[in-house]
């Protein structure tokens, strides 16, 4: 079972300053095409060792969305060192995140 989008929103500057690879992912528990993603994406992370998946609700107001410029859901930002290497927008199979998160070296 993946978790759900967490409503808590981390800074920017908090994403930024995080060591490592980071898989961003921005959506809502109640998007269809978020959930019809959900176990892509968590198998593509699950099959990177060193990659850390965020999820994070988006949407009007939410300022690390827009931080980012998302505008379809889900979108999952790949970060190395705070820098974004890749993104991939409403993915359709875990390959799509996989070779995102391999951009960035993740094992």
């Not at 409503?7 to 490592?20: K, V, W």
């Not at 990177?48 to 979108?75: C, M, N, Q, Y």
Request: some cysteine.
């Amino acid at each position: 079972m993946t978790k759900p989008y967490d409503t808590a929103q981390p800074e920017r500057s908090a994403i930024d300053a995080h060591p490592g690879v980071v898989a961003l992912d921005f959506g809502t528990n109640w998007c269809g095409y978020c959930n019809a993603a959900k176990g892509d994406i968590a198998d593509a992370v699950a099959g990177h060792a060193g990659a850390v998946h965020i999820k994070v609700e988006d949407g009007p107001g939410r300022l690390l969305g827009r931080s980012f410029r998302i505008k379809l859901w889900p979108t999952v930002v790949v970060l190395k060192d705070g820098q974004e290497v890749a993104r991939v927008v409403r993915p359709a199979d875990s390959k799509e995140v996989a070779d995102a998160l391999s951009q960035a070296g993740a094992a």
